[in-house]
């Protein structure tokens, strides 16, 4: 399968919306039940999981991951990056089904908020990287520039989505730092960043999830 730039991705997801009529919350949906079953399949049940989200629709992804998660007797817990009031619309709908669950999400707004998540840091078995897509092109700033390097530094198992957090998706080059993940689901079809420049030692073994996009669209890149 052919590898996408960031912008090619992009089109096919509108086209997917307008011409067959997926919704993309209907992707994030199914991308976040295929993000939860293979975090299931790599702990053990009831083990603690910390979700790192951003405010688009990586972290909208993470948000139904987490629930599902839940939904299943593991322990998400999930930090967002930014105030939850600016969450884009399909990551606003995925956090609120969230909150109505009652699944445990920290705000990093404060030193006592970073206390909190280096204690869920250092006592989970597994960490979900939701925090930045494919749109990355300038350098991190914080919060995210700490986030990321204390994941890295934590020694905790790695699972980004899409693309590791910080990774550009057309170069494969880290924007001033990126998360070093053990695997990346990418979603639908491969991003060019994964198997150019750094992207291979930063993305680990990468597994391509079936979201449910029209085998049409893909044809092209088959």
Request: charged share 20%.
């Amino acid at each position: 399968m052919r590898a996408v730039t960031s912008a090619e991705m992009s089109e096919l997801d509108r086209k997917a919306s307008e011409v067959y009529g997926i919704s993309s919350l209907t992707l994030m949906e199914t991308a976040g039940l295929l993000i939860a079953e293979f975090v299931a399949e790599s702990v053990r049940a009831s083990s603690r999981i910390l979700i790192c989200c951003g405010k688009g629709n990586n972290g909208g992804d993470g948000f139904a991951a987490a629930r599902l998660l839940a939904q299943h007797g593991f322990c998400p817990e999930v930090f967002l990056l930014e105030d939850s009031k600016i969450l884009k619309a399909d990551a606003a709908a995925t956090f609120n089904k969230l909150k109505q669950q009652g699944v445990s999400v920290h705000q990093l707004k404060t030193n006592a908020d970073w206390t909190t998540f280096d204690r869920s840091l250092a006592e989970c078995s597994w960490v979900v990287d939701a925090m930045l897509g494919i749109g990355i092109t300038r350098p991190l700033a914080e919060p995210y520039l700490t986030a990321v390097s204390k994941i890295n530094r934590s020694g905790k198992r790695v699972t980004s989505i899409d693309i590791p957090s910080g990774l550009n998706a057309d170069t494969g080059e880290r924007c001033g730092a990126a998360i070093k993940a053990d695997h990346t689901l990418t979603l639908g079809i491969p991003k060019k960043g994964l198997s150019q420049g750094q992207g291979p030692h930063l993305a680990g073994q990468v597994h391509i999830v079936d979201i449910g996009l029209p085998k049409e669209l893909l044809r092209p890149f088959l």
